[in-house]
């Protein structure tokens, strides 16, 4: 496999002037729409050139205050459909937990025009794809269907966001009602370590803070409400004037706008909506809290207070929290993972609108750790050893690029970009965010993260919890010291029907006729090259001028179905060996000189192939291919990497006995295969078997089967 590197570079090279002759079709201009009456032009920008990323796009304003985004994108004949509200889980109120979430389920179930659940059928049926989200901050609503089914989905939504109260019955309220009760059921009360955000959000935030309770709502608030509150709520968050509609792909312009007129440009705006008020969150001491679950692996979490989404501080916090818990080169990758202590630890540093929350979680291996307390001095080490050593530019330059080369890759597709433009707009009004997003981390220096760090986190309150098998509770880091509050709920009265004040849209056309498809779109599939190597791998790849970035999979003909009954678990063994170090560089020195690439490589195996996927920002790719070429050639296979890979293996078949998704999925394997066959097993492989395996038995896979006369190569490249 020595040939690799050449033969692709120069592959890559051809694709490139290939494309230099075939781009010309998306460079026609075309004259500028004539706006419908009720429709005003905010701005049009192009893509700026000094950027190393940035998305045109034109905004516009209906009269009713919808803000509508277009970006052109006509790499592939699809359109994608995004309408966010400014509202989740943050807009609730006391005892009216979980009505964000509910709304999403109920704008699923039929508008006054559209029947029950005939958003999943018109848009499959139309071979698309659909869904929706809701966090603290905004619900969202998505599409992504064939550029000539675009005037049916603006008919759907706009459907939804101006005619959905008179389709909410009583009846359909308690179904879904008892729908999300059981999801709460099955994600969050059942779930292993299920209530951890939940139980860390009450103590974090202020009792009445609408970060101290989850997105998905307490069971207690959706049992004492009726359909009318839902009412309610939806008439106060989901008027056009607090949403945005962003639409990506290929499509007529002017058509759109029409459209997009004719069916939003009728619904009555909405009440005011205001920025929301940011509550102070402070902690005056640590607040130890412990909970006994059905787990395998004790976990140890600790959380601190910090800033809110684009404060000043949020870079330099990001750039801190990959420098502490991100990666091999972190110090707590050194201090708990390498040495066996932890089976994972990682520090995060999760933003929304209102406050922000720097994270550090570590999962306990009880082969080696007798309580969590040893591990919460570990950390706490760590956070000195980290302020006495700081950090170095060289870090900071590093990290940096980590996180720009992962905001870069976010953007590689339509449905990327379209995300994107939608939260900038949602979140801080201006959608030609990308630039000085990237600019922010750009401009952090070692003295900011080390600031930031003196100033959030070094000996400063946190919340500190414990999560640990039942039966457990002498392993928890320290005995509680905080308790949760009685919930103190206002007294209910339940919302009248003559409350609500609805909003009727006046058309002048038949909203219930369903638009028809337009004409079917041209599919000019990419140019697609071949060769091949002169060691026999054979290499496919096409163009793809989104962003300029680079992905390459190598596959291997050999995964769990070339394992016997006695080596189940030896194929994702020795991929996961893969990832570790070589014969010239440790496993933290290929972590460091991937991340100041910007570039990542992982090995994996599945039921029938290994594969290597390299991801890399172009400019960097020749030396990510030698760091590529360094792992695939010349792998350590070290006892100490076996030692630990293994012992986290079994950790993590001991922790996936405990979830019910993971057993079901064993279960109807074995009943789909039966039990002889090897890939009736999970690929991750069974306790005795893989407690069996050898650093031979390793060496003997890669030997026999990572081999280029049974490799192949897709390549994907700008």
Request: aromatic share 8%; proline share 4%; hydrophobic share 40%.
């Amino acid at each position: 496999m020595k040939s690799v590197k050449t033969p692709l570079i120069v592959a890559i090279l051809m694709l490139t002037l290939t494309a230099c002759q075939t781009s010309s079709i998306n460079s026609a201009t075309t004259a500028e729409p004539e706006l419908p009456a009720g429709i005003t032009l905010v701005e049009s920008v192009a893509k700026h050139p000094d950027q190393k990323v940035s998305i045109a796009y034109k905004k516009y304003q209906l009269d009713n205050g919808l803000t509508v985004i277009l970006h052109e994108d006509r790499s592939d004949p699809l359109v994608h459909v995004d309408v966010t509200y400014h509202v989740g889980s943050g807009r609730e109120e006391v005892g009216k937990s979980g009505f964000a979430h509910f709304f999403e389920h109920m704008m699923f179930q039929g508008s006054e025009h559209v029947a029950d659940e005939q958003h999943f059928k018109v848009i499959t049926e139309a071979g698309g794809t659909l869904n929706g989200t809701t966090n603290a901050d905004r619900t969202n609503y998505f599409e992504t269907v064939p550029s000539n089914q675009l005037e049916k989905i603006l008919w759907l939504e706009s459907d939804r966001m101006g005619f959905l109260l008179d389709a909410v019955t009583q009846e359909k309220f308690e179904v879904q009602r008892e729908t999300v009760k059981n999801e709460r059921g099955q994600r969050v009360d059942n779930q292993p370590y299920g209530l951890l955000s939940e139980r860390v959000g009450e103590a974090l935030y202020p009792e009445g803070h609408p970060y101290s309770w989850s997105t998905i709502g307490y069971i207690e608030d959706l049992d004492r409400v009726n359909v009318n509150d839902l009412k309610k709520f939806f008439l106060r968050w989901y008027g056009p004037n607090n949403a945005v509609l962003t639409i990506g792909g290929v499509f007529d312009e002017q058509q759109t706008l029409e459209w997009i007129n004719k069916y939003f440009g009728p619904i009555p705006r909405g009440p005011q909506v205001d920025k929301p008020q940011k509550p102070a969150v402070t902690l005056d001491k640590d607040r130890y809290i412990s909970l006994e679950d059905n787990v395998a692996l004790p976990l140890l979490y600790m959380a601190w207070p910090t800033v809110s989404l684009f404060h000043e501080d949020e870079a330099p916090l990001d750039v801190l929290m990959f420098a502490l818990g991100f990666g091999e080169t972190s110090l707590l990758y050194k201090n708990m993972v390498k040495n066996g202590l932890a089976v994972q630890a990682r520090a995060n540093h999760g933003c929304a609108e209102l406050a922000c929350t720097f994270t550090v979680l570590a999962l306990a291996n009880p082969a080696k750790v007798k309580n969590l307390a040893e591990l919460e001095q570990i950390a706490r080490d760590s956070l000195q050893e980290f302020e006495t050593r700081g950090v170095t530019q060289d870090d900071v330059e590093r990290v940096k690029m980590n996180i720009i080369s992962r905001k870069i890759f976010g953007l590689e597709s339509v449905a990327g970009k379209v995300s994107q433009l939608a939260a900038y707009q949602t979140f801080t009004g201006n959608p030609d965010f990308t630039g000085a997003d990237v600019a922010r981390y750009d401009k952090v220096t070692a003295e900011d993260v080390m600031r930031v760090y003196d100033k959030y986190i070094f000996g400063k309150p946190a919340v500190i919890m414990s999560v640990v098998p039942e039966g457990q509770k002498q392993i928890i880091a320290a005995q509680d010291t905080w308790s949760c509050y009685q919930r103190d709920l206002p007294d209910y009265t339940a919302t009248a029907e003559s409350e609500l004040e609805y909003r009727r849209a006046t058309d002048n056309f038949d909203r219930s006729v369903m638009p028809g498809a337009g004409e079917n779109p041209m599919v000019t599939l990419p140019a697609i090259w071949r060769a091949t190597m002169d060691n026999g791998i054979k290499i496919l790849g096409a163009l793809n001028e989104e962003t300029p970035t680079v992905a390459i999979s190598l596959r291997i003909e050999a995964g769990q179905r070339n394992e016997s009954l006695q080596q189940l678990g030896l194929a994702s063994l020795t991929a996961a060996m893969m990832n570790e170090s070589t014969q010239k560089s440790s496993n933290e020195e290929l972590s460091d000189r991937l991340q100041k690439l910007g570039s990542s490589i992982q090995f994996g195996a599945d039921n029938n192939y290994t594969s290597m996927t390299l991801r890399s920002l172009s400019e960097n790719l020749d030396e990510t291919l030698d760091i590529a070429l360094e792992k695939l050639l010349l792998p350590a296979f070290s006892e100490a990497d076996f030692a630990r890979v293994k012992s986290r293996t079994l950790q993590v078949i001991e922790q996936s006995k405990k979830d019910p998704a993971s057993t079901a999925a064993v279960v109807y394997q074995k009943l789909l295969m039966g039990d002889n066959n090897s890939i009736a097993y999970a690929n991750i492989g069974v306790a005795e078997t893989v407690q069996a395996l050898t650093l031979d038995d390793v060496r003997a896979f890669y030997s026999n089967y990572y081999s280029p006369a049974i490799s192949s190569m897709i390549v994907v490249s700008d």
